[in-house]
């Protein structure tokens, strides 16, 4: 699985989920959208032995809700005029860009900081920056040296994998059907023991074996442990097992043998 995804391809992702969906799962804070700052950044005071660091690329930060239901609106907005026009997403403006000027930042890809007040404060929770600010700006961490906020598209939000799959964990997103395992796929995970009891009852090579497994699953899976009156009776399990072949001797023991320990013991 990948960290992350952007909204605009999580058609490729394991999760039932389109754009405006995520959109709106951002606009109500249930989901936090990210969006990576491609220029350059400055952070300062961010290493123990400067009072400035500059990195690009590896800093991302949150969207505020604010920002996203904006984006949403346009989105859907824009996803009804192409419904009723002939106008494609570049020139009805899919690509229109929004300032943004305020942020809060919470991971990194990978991280320049080290040992510092800067790394401290990120470690205490989310911390809220001012992308629109000088860099003489005190109370802002950061700033780009162009001195003016970076702009984002629908096409630059992101979201986290993991917190993608805590949604789906909470039953409010779900997971895509993925298709059924193969019998190889299936058998590689198991004990080599147990591969080859499976094989063989596959290739009916334990066709006594396998007719006490069907008859165990058809007279004891479903009954009321608390109800005795549920439970089969012996000659009935006898006389099916009996039917699939088994000698009268080997489905009297049969019966038995599949009896659950519980019932047994009750029995007595």
Same mark, same amino acid.
């Given at each position: 699985m ?5 909204l605009c ?7 039932n $989920?389109?754009?405006?969906?995520a959109l709106y799962l951002g ?11 491609s220029?350059?950044?400055?952070l ?10 500059t990195t690009?690329?590896s800093?991302?930060?949150q969207?505020?809700p604010?920002l996203i =239901?904006?984006i949403e609106?346009?989105v859907?907005s824009?996803?009804?005029n192409? $419904?009723?026009t002939s106008e494609t %997403?570049e020139? %009805?403006?899919?690509s229109r860009?929004y300032t943004?000027?305020h942020a809060?930042i919470d991971?990194?890809l990978? %991280?320049?900081l080290k040992?510092s007040s ?5 470690a205490?929770?989310?911390l809220?920056v001012?992308?629109d600010?000088?860099?003489?700006y005190?109370?802002s961490?950061?700033?780009t040296?162009?001195r003016?906020?970076p702009?984002?598209k629908?096409?630059d939000l ?6 993608l799959?805590t949604l789906?964990?909470?039953?409010i997103?779900?997971?895509?059907n993925?298709?059924?395992p193969t ?9 080599s023991?147990?591969?080859k009891?499976?094989n063989?009852?596959?290739?009916n090579?334990?066709?006594d ?5 069907r008859?165990w699953?058809?007279y004891?899976?479903?009954?009321d =442990?608390?109800?005795?009156s ?8 006898k ?9 009268k001797k080997?489905?009297? %023991?049969?019966a038995t043998?599949i ?9 007595k």
């Open positions: 990948r960290d992350y995804y952007y391809d999580l058609h490729n992702s394991p999760f $989920l389109t754009l405006t969906d606009a109500t804070e249930t989901l936090t959208v990210y969006t990576f700052i220029e350059l950044v400055v300062k005071g961010a290493m123990s032995d400067s009072t400035l660091n690009e690329s800093i991302f930060v969207v505020p604010s =239901r904006t609106r346009d859907v824009l996803s009804n192409l $419904l009723n %997403s020139s %009805s403006g899919a860009e943004l000027a809060y991971r990194w990978r %991280s320049p040992s800067f790394e401290n404060e990120l205490n929770g989310p809220w001012d992308l600010k000088d860099p003489g005190l109370d961490p950061i700033f040296p162009a003016r906020p702009k984002v629908a096409h992101i979201c986290w994998a993991g917190d799959q789906a964990d909470q039953k997103i779900e997971r895509r993925q298709p059924s019998r190889d796929e299936l058998m590689e995970g198991l004990p023991d147990f591969a009891l499976l063989a009852l596959a290739d090579e334990l066709s074996l396998e007719a006490l497994i008859a699953r058809l004891w899976t479903n009954v =442990r608390s109800d005795r549920s439970f089969p009776k012996k000659e009935e399990v006389a099916w097992l009996e039917k699939q072949g088994l000698s080997n489905a009297d %023991s049969g043998m009896t659950p320990r519980w019932a047994a013991n009750w029995r």
